[in-house]
């Protein structure tokens, strides 16, 4: 661990600026072939943020990349649940810092009802805006995630949903098409049966994997556990996954996040016959 916090020190220290680190930072994550790796120094770059982010509290990018590693270690690296809900509480706060020295009134929004929400960006904010209010909304969805028991997290599935529309309907391949993911996540919560509306759910998985050319390996995979499992569609599951396992993972911003998305599909699709029987 000692050699994985000198080269996060090195990277502070190093070539390049203090104002560039947060984009080389989460470009080498993202860019990464081994989960272990981004595992074992995920740690030191996140007391490393925290560090950058009390020396300077306003900077909105050192906020939004702690966001967002907070994010991602809650989502994937988290050891227990208590530890992910601690840090998606923290890449939540961080994100929440970002957005409102960005603009207090977007501060304001956010915490008001969902159809004031939707009203509001689509009145007064515009494609200038797209990147601090997807911030936003993936700190925000990570924390439901995290905190799936809790139903006041749940009610505001809404906000985040209105959130990651506006987002697509600026660009709807913005982020590797991950904004296409999310909002396949969001609308696979629930069967048909109780008002669910999964068919919603598959067209934006399969945009997402259209508009990344097939390389958004994880799109793949969350149609599969989201869809295909809700809808009881084994064969559809299974060829997902094995798309996913012998596929190519190396892809520019998505090669962490395939790799991980193939050892999600190995232990899934060894689970297929039990939970399709």
């Known amino acids: 661990m000692k050699s994985i916090t000198v080269l996060a020190l090195s990277l502070l220290l190093g070539a390049c600026s203090v104002t560039q680190l947060p984009d ?25 943020l925290d560090a950058l982010i009390l020396t300077y509290p306003e900077n909105e990018r050192f906020l939004l990349a702690g966001a967002q590693l907070y994010g991602a270690y809650a989502g994937v690296f988290a050891q227990d649940e208590v530890q992910a809900q601690s840090m998606a509480d923290k890449a939540l706060e961080y994100a929440r810092r970002a957005l409102c020295e960005y603009d207090s009134d977007a501060c304001d929004l956010v915490d008001g009802p ?37 139903w006041n997290a749940i009610a505001q599935v809404s906000k985040v949903k209105n959130l990651m529309e506006w987002v697509e309907s600026y660009d709807e391949g913005y982020d590797n098409a991950t904004v296409q993911v999310y909002l396949g996540v969001l609308t696979t919560q629930l069967p048909p049966s109780v008002g669910g509306k999964p068919e919603i759910g598959k067209a934006h998985f399969e945009k997402a994997i259209a508009l990344s050319d097939g390389k958004h390996l994880m799109a793949k995979v969350l149609y599969a556990k989201q869809y295909a499992r809700l809808m009881f569609e084994q064969e559809l599951h299974d060829d997902l996954l094995q798309q996913v396992i012998d596929a190519d993972p190396y892809a520019e911003g998505l090669t962490l996040i395939n790799r991980l998305a193939q050892r999600q599909a190995d232990r899934l699709l060894a689970e297929s016959t039990d939970y399709f029987e």
């Open 24 to 48: 080389n930072l989460s470009r080498a994550m993202l860019n990464q072939d081994d989960p272990e790796v981004v595992a074992d120094g995920a740690p030191a770059y996140l007391l490393m």
């Open 114 to 150: 969902a159809d004031e929400l939707k009203r509001g960006l689509a009145m007064n904010y515009d494609e200038d805006d797209v990147d601090i209010f997807y911030a936003y909304g993936a700190a925000w969805a990570g924390w439901i995630q995290a905190n799936t028991s809790d």
